[in-house]
């Protein structure tokens, strides 16, 4: 199992349900290994799937998940998913990790998302918030200074 290095302790909690099946199912036994973020996708993970010698489990971002999943290097998890286990998530969140009618991966986190502005630098160039993509991506692009990105999303 490989994930992304990440310094909130969440592997922490991750490690402790390895351990808990490790120990209850000791012919199958799960190895955990955090890779550093500037080696995880390309040096690391892509070339290793690529190759047939990746992880049987791996942390994807949405970014990144259309990518392994049509080039078939995600196996469909359906039978794990029963109805009862389904009933767990929202029918958004499945859907989200759904491809092709099959069930691709398994959810792990949900964001809130919200886009801030602020009011002050808009009113500075006579600028009224976005209504559509074209629209923000417009407005980011003249408030992009040498100082100021006219917009960041966190990925």
């Known amino acids: ?40 996708m390309g040096e690391k993970l892509s070339a290793a799937m690529m190759s047939g010698t990746g992880p049987d489990i791996f942390f994807l971002s949405r970014g990144d998940f259309l990518k392994f999943v049509e080039s078939g290097l995600v196996h469909p998890l359906d039978e794990w998913f029963t109805e009862e286990r389904r009933q767990d998530f929202l029918p958004l969140v499945l859907e989200a990790v759904t491809y092709q009618g099959k069930i691709m991966t398994y959810p792990m986190e949900m964001d809130p998302v919200a886009l801030f502005y602020d009011k002050q630098v808009f ?18 692009v003249k408030l992009t200074t040498k100082d100021r990105y006219g917009i960041y999303l966190a990925p």
């Open 123 to 140: 009113a500075e160039n006579n600028l009224q918030p976005p209504q559509t993509w074209d629209e923000l991506v417009d407005i980011a």
């Open 1 to 40: 199992m490989w994930a992304l290095d990440n310094p909130d302790g969440r592997h922490k909690v991750t490690q402790s349900f390895i351990d808990e099946w490790n120990a209850e199912n000791p012919d199958i036994q799960v190895k955990f290994e955090a890779i550093p973020a500037d080696q995880y």
